[in-house]
């Protein structure tokens, strides 16, 4: 999902930015592989601590009730959360599609792990522009009528650029720098700790947790996630699917200019599903809305069997058609 920065100002201008989340990953090329797991394993066993002495009866002063376990499981959350930002990518993903598991994971660490979603921070746009140039072989002054250097949004993946190009408004999706030797360090340890859970989770809850499984699904989509040409060809599959469908509109992708890191896409500006005041404000019919999203839904699983698994935004544009932008289609 495509997060909005906070407006901070500079010069007399509002930019927007992100809150960095102050962790080392994104100057991954300085520190070691053995840095980075020290890093993963120090992140891991403090967590399990914590959560061990959580349990534990003597931990809490004037004996334990229902309060102050919620509040310990709260406060432990949110250092969850804090820790993941850190860790960047690979932890951000992950904590994103366990914000969903509420069979797994107590509604405290959900709540937490759901706002991921909203405090990814940006990369440098010089980097961005480096990027962009040497993987469609160009300046961006020569490729793009207009180039907007700083990002409109950003993902644990990438981030994304407005611009215009021959006449047409486009967003220019920008892979983060080392994601692939980042990935590979990373679910190399994650292998190890989801081994470890399946032999000693207890599943006193009685849930019947594979933590193997579980892994192998997340990594499987992480490294598919990090090759844009494979999203641009999940959204044209997309949109040949609900080509009949004039309330779904998909953003047309520009082939031309997209390669595994960089993606080129129509621009489509949309509001989130959940912003209900200015939905209201711009009069749709939210009766409407929710019949279009549960119709398109149902479509997606029973009739083609392809679905988009994070449905960001929904988009008005006139009285009568609900337009809805995806930013990654991609199947069960």
């Known amino acids: 999902m495509i997060s909005q920065f906070?407006?901070?100002?500079?010069?007399?201008?509002?930019?927007?930015?992100?809150?960095?989340?102050?962790?080392?990953?994104?100057?991954?090329?300085?520190?070691?592989?053995?840095?980075?797991?020290?890093?993963?394993?120090?992140?891991?066993?403090?967590?399990?601590?914590?959560?061990?002495?959580?349990?534990?009866?003597?931990?809490?002063?004037?004996?334990?009730?229902?309060?102050?376990?919620?509040?310990?499981?709260?406060?432990?959350?949110?250092?969850?959360?804090?820790?993941?930002?850190?860790?960047?990518?690979?932890?951000?993903?992950?904590?994103?599609?366990?914000?969903?598991r509420v069979d797994i994971l107590a509604q405290e660490y959900v709540d937490q792990l759901s706002e991921l979603q909203d405090q990814v921070p940006p990369f440098p746009?010089?980097?961005?522009?480096?990027?962009?140039?040497?993987?469609?072989?160009?300046?961006?002054?020569?490729?793009?009528d207009q180039f907007d250097y700083e990002p409109i949004a950003a993902a644990s993946l990438g981030q994304v650029h407005r611009a215009r190009l021959k006449g047409q408004e486009v967003v220019i999706k920008v892979q983060r720098p080392g994601l692939k030797d980042l990935f590979d360090i990373d679910l190399k340890n994650l292998r190890v700790i989801a081994e470890y859970l399946q032999k000693f989770d207890p599943k006193s809850d009685g849930a019947k947790r594979d933590w193997v499984a579980i892994y192998d699904e997340c990594a499987s989509v992480l490294y598919q996630e990090i090759d844009y040409t494979k999203e641009a060809a999940n959204a044209e599959l997309f949109a040949s699917n609900f080509k009949k469908m004039d309330y779904v509109k998909v953003p047309r992708i520009n082939w031309e200019y997209t390669t595994p890191q960089v993606l080129t896409m129509e621009y489509v500006p949309g509001i989130k599903i959940n912003k209900i005041q200015a939905l209201d404000q711009l009069g749709v019919d939210r009766k409407r809305l929710g019949r279009y999203a549960v119709e398109s839904y149902l479509e997606q699983i029973l009739s083609h069997g392809f679905f988009h698994a994070d449905p960001c935004i929904i988009g008005y544009f006139d009285a009568d058609r609900i337009q809805s932008f995806f930013d990654m289609p991609f199947p069960p």
Request: glycine share 10%; hydrophobic share 40%.
């Open 6 to 100: 906070k407006g901070k100002e500079r010069g007399g201008t509002i930019i927007l930015v992100s809150v960095a989340p102050g962790g080392r990953w994104s100057r991954f090329k300085t520190y070691s592989t053995i840095q980075r797991t020290l890093e993963i394993w120090g992140f891991v066993l403090t967590f399990f601590f914590k959560a061990w002495l959580n349990s534990q009866k003597f931990s809490y002063r004037g004996g334990v009730t229902e309060e102050k376990k919620v509040a310990r499981r709260k406060a432990l959350a949110k250092w969850l959360k804090e820790s993941i930002l850190r860790l960047g990518p690979t932890f951000i993903k992950i904590g994103q599609q366990f914000s969903t």
């Open 125 to 144: 746009s010089e980097t961005a522009v480096s990027i962009v140039e040497e993987e469609l072989g160009a300046p961006v002054d020569d490729i793009f």
